[in-house]
């Protein structure tokens, strides 16, 4: 499974204000609210009167919210949701960076020290006054004043004056247009996500509903990575994803990709077979199969999806059951010769015969815009050969290479002597009019194609698991039904293996 995360430009907003010197500290608390100390690597719940210093990083949970006051009766509330860390607090200066969520300030007047709050997309000075700023998972900013002046600036330069009830947007394209409101009206990117966290990230989404739908479901999750690079055909991207329980026997994974003329993401949302454990990689680790004895947690159920805000690529999958493949009856067709072992953290050649169960769905099916490619329905199926439970769509599907060199399924392209990770699948019907395209890669940050040589530990274990973390997947998906267009999703390995999925 491939997987697209979620983007944004971590840029920077600034606001200037007055103050004195003296000691910042927590004011209230409601609910719970995580304090992390500077150079420390342990989250802990705090209540009021913490003493807070550079570095030193909150953050507030669904229904939480938490005030800080500065030494000269400057205040900060922090709403639910919101990433809070003080970056600076002396007589000259005090600042602070908001990654997420919203706050609203009340800043003391004074000539002689500055004010300042960064979020990814805008800087905003001010000296006496009451605003608002409320940041999106893409780090998309709006400002909203409430009394007195305040200057905003985007990372570019360019700076407006709002006053009173006005209020500006910033994203990463630069400063929108002032407006005015009243600072009742509820308006702006943080009041568009509070609508439609109400959604979760799911297809025939636009991309700033997927992106507000994805900032708050990142808000519990279990595992989260995120970083920039750049992709195969050499164009810059922003690589997120998280993985989140939304109910006790369920995860999801989102991925979303954030490029300057596209936006690509995924997800994968599948129930188990029963509650997950606290650490959710023991049942994640599962998800390929047990040697010897059935997995304790397998899958029932699935759905994934895929989509550049146009075209949707959707696998659905029900009726999930456990099959020892190597003794169910028909010889080597599903046979299983080489699995992990969790005892030697590598792959392990299995013997013939020697039991290893896996999951198999009775009913299954996957569409391209609509259009099913493949599917089938059956009852309590043993085997992915059985042609009287299984009903392709697809009556001839064929599987070819791009280059001589390559032989599926193990598919590395000789170049200069040497095999490169790039693996092309195609497959149609037997008239050609319905067909698929994956192209995968595996690269480096730079977008340059790994060779097999860079992988000389050999597939699984920890050397393996070590080497591939400075490498990425990347698969663009091409159909019959995309008018030319692409899915085109990179994901990094390191959320996969923390979590398991990589086992």
């Known amino acids: 499974m491939h997987a697209k995360i979620r ?4 840029l920077f907003l600034v606001f200037l204000a007055p103050a004195v010197a003296g000691a910042t500290s927590i004011s209230a608390t409601e609910g719970k609210v995580l304090f992390l100390k500077s150079g420390s690597y342990t989250w802990a719940q ?3 009167g913490q003493v807070l210093t550079q570095g030193d990083q909150l953050k507030t949970a669904t229904g939480a919210r938490a005030s800080v006051t500065f030494d000269d009766g400057s205040r900060v509330d922090l709403s639910p949701g919101s990433s809070f860390t003080l970056k600076e ?3 000259q200066a005090s600042s602070m960076e908001l990654k997420l969520g919203s706050l609203k300030a009340w800043i003391s007047k004074s000539l002689n020290r500055r004010f300042q709050v960064r979020t990814p997309t805008a800087v905003c000075s001010v000296r006496g006054t009451e605003f608002g700023v409320d940041v999106d998972g893409t780090g998309d900013t709006h400002v909203q004043m409430f009394g007195g002046l305040l200057a905003v600036a985007d990372t570019s330069g360019n700076e407006v004056l709002i006053k009173d009830t006005q209020s500006v947007d910033v994203t990463r394209d630069g400063l929108g247009r002032v407006t005015d409101a009243s600072p009742r009206e509820e308006r702006g990117p943080a009041a568009d996500a509070r609508q439609l966290a109400r959604r979760e990230v799911d297809l025939r989404m636009s991309k700033e509903e997927v992106q507000a739908a994805a900032a708050e479901e990142a808000k519990l999750a279990e595992y989260q990575e995120g970083k920039a690079l750049i992709d195969v055909n050499g164009d810059r991207v922003r690589v997120e994803g998280y993985i989140i329980r939304p109910a006790a026997d369920q995860f999801k994974l989102v991925v979303l990709n954030s490029r300057p ?3 690509d993401y995924f997800f994968y949302h599948g129930t188990f077979n029963q509650a997950l454990p606290t650490d959710m990689s023991v049942a994640l680790r599962m998800l390929p199969g047990c040697l010897d004895v059935a997995c304790p947690y397998f899958m029932t159920s699935y759905r994934t999806g895929r989509s550049n805000t146009i075209d949707a690529m959707l696998e659905t ?5 456990l099959v020892d493949v190597n003794n169910n009856a028909v010889g080597a067709v599903d046979d299983v010769t080489a699995a992990y072992d969790p005892a030697s953290a590598s792959f392990a050649s299995v013997a013939t015969g020697r039991p290893f169960f896996t999951t198999l769905y009775d009913n299954y099916n996957l569409a391209f815009n ?3 490619h493949q599917s089938w329905a059956g009852a309590n199926i043993q085997n992915m050969e059985d042609g009287q439970a299984l009903a392709p769509v697809f009556t001839n599907v064929t599987t070819v290479q791009n280059s001589p060199a390559c032989a599926p399924p193990d598919c590395t392209y000789s170049e200069i002597g040497e095999g490169i990770y790039h693996d092309v699948v195609y497959a149609s019907n037997a008239g050609g009019t319905i067909w698929e395209k994956y192209d995968s890669y595996v690269i480096s940050d730079e977008g340059k194609i790994a060779r097999t040589s860079d992988f000389n530990t050999g597939i699984g274990g920890r050397d393996f698991k070590t080497a591939l973390l400075g490498w990425n ?5 091409t159909a019959s039904e995309f008018n030319g267009r692409k899915i085109d999703l990179v994901v990094e390995p390191k959320l996969f293996i ?6």
């Open 89 to 91: 607090a002396g007589p």
């Open 498 to 503: 923390r979590s398991g999925l990589i086992p």
């Open 370 to 372: 609509g259009v099913s």
């Open 317 to 321: 999958a029900s009726g999930g059951h």
């Open 473 to 477: 997947f990347q698969t663009i998906v």
């Open 7 to 10: 983007a944004a430009a971590f």
């Open 46 to 48: 705090v209540s009021s």
């Open 261 to 263: 003329e596209r936006f």
